[in-house]
T-cell receptor, first 111, second 107 residues
Protein backbone atom coordinates (compact mmCIF):
# COMPACT_ATOMS: atom_id res chain seq x y z
CA UNK A 1 0.00 0.00 0.00
CA UNK A 2 1.19 3.50 -0.77
CA UNK A 3 1.75 5.91 2.04
CA UNK A 4 4.10 7.94 4.17
CA UNK A 5 6.29 6.41 6.84
CA UNK A 6 7.65 8.53 9.66
CA UNK A 7 10.18 7.27 12.17
CA UNK A 8 10.71 7.09 14.99
CA UNK A 9 7.27 7.39 16.57
CA UNK A 10 8.77 8.80 19.78
CA UNK A 11 12.07 10.66 20.11
CA UNK A 12 13.82 12.17 23.08
CA UNK A 13 16.37 14.95 22.72
CA UNK A 14 18.87 16.16 25.23
CA UNK A 15 19.75 19.83 25.50
CA UNK A 16 22.25 20.89 22.82
CA UNK A 17 21.68 17.81 20.68
CA UNK A 18 20.67 17.63 17.03
CA UNK A 19 18.13 14.98 16.09
CA UNK A 20 16.83 13.85 12.70
CA UNK A 21 13.27 12.77 11.94
CA UNK A 22 12.77 10.45 8.99
CA UNK A 23 10.02 10.74 6.36
CA UNK A 24 9.70 8.35 3.42
CA UNK A 25 6.89 8.17 0.84
CA UNK A 26 6.09 5.68 -1.92
CA UNK A 27 3.26 7.68 -3.48
CA UNK A 28 5.42 9.20 -6.22
CA UNK A 29 4.39 12.66 -5.02
CA UNK A 30 6.60 15.57 -6.00
CA UNK A 31 5.78 17.84 -3.05
CA UNK A 32 6.64 17.09 0.57
CA UNK A 33 6.08 19.10 3.72
CA UNK A 34 7.00 19.23 7.39
CA UNK A 35 4.53 20.59 9.94
CA UNK A 36 4.73 21.12 13.66
CA UNK A 37 1.62 20.65 15.82
CA UNK A 38 1.28 22.07 19.32
CA UNK A 39 -1.79 21.69 21.57
CA UNK A 40 -4.51 24.20 20.72
CA UNK A 41 -2.71 25.47 17.62
CA UNK A 42 -3.10 24.73 13.96
CA UNK A 43 -0.42 22.90 12.05
CA UNK A 44 2.47 25.25 11.31
CA UNK A 45 4.62 24.81 8.24
CA UNK A 46 8.34 24.32 8.85
CA UNK A 47 9.74 23.50 5.40
CA UNK A 48 8.45 22.27 2.08
CA UNK A 49 9.91 20.88 -1.11
CA UNK A 50 8.29 20.89 -4.53
CA UNK A 51 11.07 19.00 -6.29
CA UNK A 52 14.25 17.06 -5.59
CA UNK A 53 17.23 19.17 -4.49
CA UNK A 54 15.04 22.20 -3.80
CA UNK A 55 13.21 23.28 -0.65
CA UNK A 56 11.70 26.42 0.83
CA UNK A 57 11.32 27.79 4.34
CA UNK A 58 7.87 27.81 5.83
CA UNK A 59 6.51 29.99 8.61
CA UNK A 60 8.68 28.60 11.44
CA UNK A 61 11.93 27.37 9.84
CA UNK A 62 14.35 28.76 12.44
CA UNK A 63 16.21 25.99 14.25
CA UNK A 64 15.33 23.36 11.65
CA UNK A 65 17.01 22.05 8.50
CA UNK A 66 15.98 19.66 5.72
CA UNK A 67 17.35 17.92 2.65
CA UNK A 68 15.68 16.45 -0.43
CA UNK A 69 18.24 14.25 -2.17
CA UNK A 70 15.67 11.69 -3.31
CA UNK A 71 12.04 12.08 -4.34
CA UNK A 72 10.98 9.56 -1.72
CA UNK A 73 12.77 11.05 1.26
CA UNK A 74 12.52 14.36 3.14
CA UNK A 75 14.31 14.17 6.52
CA UNK A 76 14.00 16.96 9.09
CA UNK A 77 16.81 17.85 11.49
CA UNK A 78 15.91 19.66 14.68
CA UNK A 79 19.04 21.54 15.68
CA UNK A 80 20.19 22.79 19.06
CA UNK A 81 19.20 26.27 17.89
CA UNK A 82 15.52 25.30 18.20
CA UNK A 83 14.81 26.38 21.76
CA UNK A 84 11.39 24.82 22.18
CA UNK A 85 11.37 21.64 20.10
CA UNK A 86 8.89 19.59 22.13
CA UNK A 87 5.98 19.00 19.74
CA UNK A 88 4.29 16.54 17.40
CA UNK A 89 5.91 16.59 13.95
CA UNK A 90 3.99 15.63 10.83
CA UNK A 91 5.31 14.94 7.36
CA UNK A 92 2.99 15.16 4.37
CA UNK A 93 3.11 14.80 0.62
CA UNK A 94 0.85 15.92 -2.21
CA UNK A 95 0.54 16.03 -5.97
CA UNK A 96 -0.08 19.75 -5.71
CA UNK A 97 -3.86 19.79 -5.41
CA UNK A 98 -3.84 20.61 -1.70
CA UNK A 99 -5.00 17.11 -0.84
CA UNK A 100 -2.28 16.04 1.52
CA UNK A 101 -1.37 12.56 2.67
CA UNK A 102 0.11 12.65 6.16
CA UNK A 103 2.37 10.29 8.02
CA UNK A 104 1.60 9.08 11.53
CA UNK A 105 3.86 11.65 13.15
CA UNK A 106 6.86 11.77 15.45
CA UNK A 107 6.48 13.02 19.00
CA UNK A 108 9.66 14.79 20.07
CA UNK A 109 10.34 15.51 23.74
CA UNK A 110 13.24 17.40 25.26
CA UNK A 111 14.66 15.67 28.34
CA UNK B 1 -2.95 37.92 6.68
CA UNK B 2 -4.39 34.54 5.76
CA UNK B 3 -6.26 33.07 8.70
CA UNK B 4 -8.45 30.06 9.46
CA UNK B 5 -10.40 29.79 12.71
CA UNK B 6 -12.62 27.02 14.01
CA UNK B 7 -15.39 26.81 16.59
CA UNK B 8 -16.15 25.41 18.99
CA UNK B 9 -12.77 24.37 20.34
CA UNK B 10 -14.33 21.21 21.79
CA UNK B 11 -17.75 19.59 21.45
CA UNK B 12 -19.31 16.74 23.39
CA UNK B 13 -22.34 15.01 21.90
CA UNK B 14 -24.47 12.08 22.87
CA UNK B 15 -24.65 9.31 20.31
CA UNK B 16 -27.32 10.28 17.77
CA UNK B 17 -27.22 14.00 18.67
CA UNK B 18 -26.61 15.95 15.46
CA UNK B 19 -24.55 19.17 15.40
CA UNK B 20 -22.30 21.36 13.25
CA UNK B 21 -18.71 22.51 13.37
CA UNK B 22 -17.71 25.90 11.98
CA UNK B 23 -14.66 26.98 9.99
CA UNK B 24 -14.19 30.67 9.17
CA UNK B 25 -11.50 31.82 6.79
CA UNK B 26 -9.93 35.02 5.56
CA UNK B 27 -7.83 33.91 2.64
CA UNK B 28 -7.43 35.99 -0.46
CA UNK B 29 -8.32 34.21 -3.68
CA UNK B 30 -9.71 31.05 -2.11
CA UNK B 31 -8.53 27.98 -3.99
CA UNK B 32 -10.43 25.38 -2.04
CA UNK B 33 -11.45 24.67 1.54
CA UNK B 34 -10.25 21.35 2.94
CA UNK B 35 -11.52 19.23 5.83
CA UNK B 36 -9.40 16.61 7.61
CA UNK B 37 -10.03 14.21 10.48
CA UNK B 38 -7.27 13.55 13.01
CA UNK B 39 -7.32 10.73 15.54
CA UNK B 40 -5.16 11.05 18.69
CA UNK B 41 -1.49 10.41 18.04
CA UNK B 42 -1.97 10.09 14.28
CA UNK B 43 -1.69 12.25 11.19
CA UNK B 44 -4.72 14.00 9.68
CA UNK B 45 -6.77 12.09 7.12
CA UNK B 46 -8.36 13.89 4.17
CA UNK B 47 -12.16 14.13 4.13
CA UNK B 48 -13.41 16.77 1.67
CA UNK B 49 -12.48 19.62 -0.63
CA UNK B 50 -14.97 22.40 -1.45
CA UNK B 51 -14.25 24.93 -4.16
CA UNK B 52 -17.23 27.26 -4.53
CA UNK B 53 -19.96 28.80 -2.38
CA UNK B 54 -23.00 26.58 -2.27
CA UNK B 55 -21.05 23.39 -2.84
CA UNK B 56 -21.78 20.40 -0.59
CA UNK B 57 -19.98 17.09 -0.11
CA UNK B 58 -21.12 14.08 1.92
CA UNK B 59 -19.45 11.04 3.40
CA UNK B 60 -21.39 8.71 5.66
CA UNK B 61 -22.65 10.86 8.58
CA UNK B 62 -20.65 13.93 7.55
CA UNK B 63 -21.68 16.72 5.22
CA UNK B 64 -19.52 19.73 4.45
CA UNK B 65 -20.90 22.99 3.07
CA UNK B 66 -19.24 26.21 1.95
CA UNK B 67 -20.26 29.88 1.89
CA UNK B 68 -18.18 32.88 0.90
CA UNK B 69 -16.76 33.30 4.39
CA UNK B 70 -17.16 29.99 6.21
CA UNK B 71 -17.64 26.28 5.97
CA UNK B 72 -19.68 23.96 8.12
CA UNK B 73 -19.17 20.28 8.87
CA UNK B 74 -22.55 18.82 9.76
CA UNK B 75 -22.56 15.57 11.70
CA UNK B 76 -25.84 13.66 11.56
CA UNK B 77 -26.63 11.01 14.19
CA UNK B 78 -22.98 10.67 15.23
CA UNK B 79 -21.50 7.47 16.63
CA UNK B 80 -18.64 7.10 19.14
CA UNK B 81 -16.27 6.22 16.26
CA UNK B 82 -16.78 9.76 14.91
CA UNK B 83 -14.83 11.08 17.91
CA UNK B 84 -11.75 12.86 16.60
CA UNK B 85 -10.34 16.32 15.97
CA UNK B 86 -11.64 17.88 12.77
CA UNK B 87 -9.35 20.32 11.00
CA UNK B 88 -10.13 22.69 8.20
CA UNK B 89 -7.51 24.28 5.97
CA UNK B 90 -7.23 26.69 3.06
CA UNK B 91 -4.40 27.43 0.65
CA UNK B 92 -3.17 30.99 1.06
CA UNK B 93 0.43 32.01 0.58
CA UNK B 94 1.03 28.72 2.31
CA UNK B 95 -1.50 26.09 3.28
CA UNK B 96 -3.18 27.43 6.46
CA UNK B 97 -4.70 25.04 9.00
CA UNK B 98 -7.22 25.94 11.66
CA UNK B 99 -6.65 24.80 15.28
CA UNK B 100 -9.34 22.13 15.01
CA UNK B 101 -12.51 21.12 16.85
CA UNK B 102 -12.13 18.21 19.23
CA UNK B 103 -15.32 16.13 18.97
CA UNK B 104 -16.31 13.55 21.57
CA UNK B 105 -19.36 11.36 20.96
CA UNK B 106 -20.53 9.56 24.07
CA UNK B 107 -22.39 6.23 23.87
Amino acid sequence: DGGITQSPKYLFRKEGQNVTLSCEQNLNHDAMYWYRQDPGQGLRLIYYSQIVNDFQKGDIAEGYSVSREKKESFPLTVTSAQKNPTAFYLCASSIGSGTYTFGSGTRLTVV
Amino acid sequence: EDQVTQSPEALRLQEGESSSLNCSYTVSGLRGLFWYRQDPGKGPEFLFTLYSAGEEKEKERLKATLTKKESFLHITAPKPEDSATYLCAAPGQNFVFGPGTRLSVLP
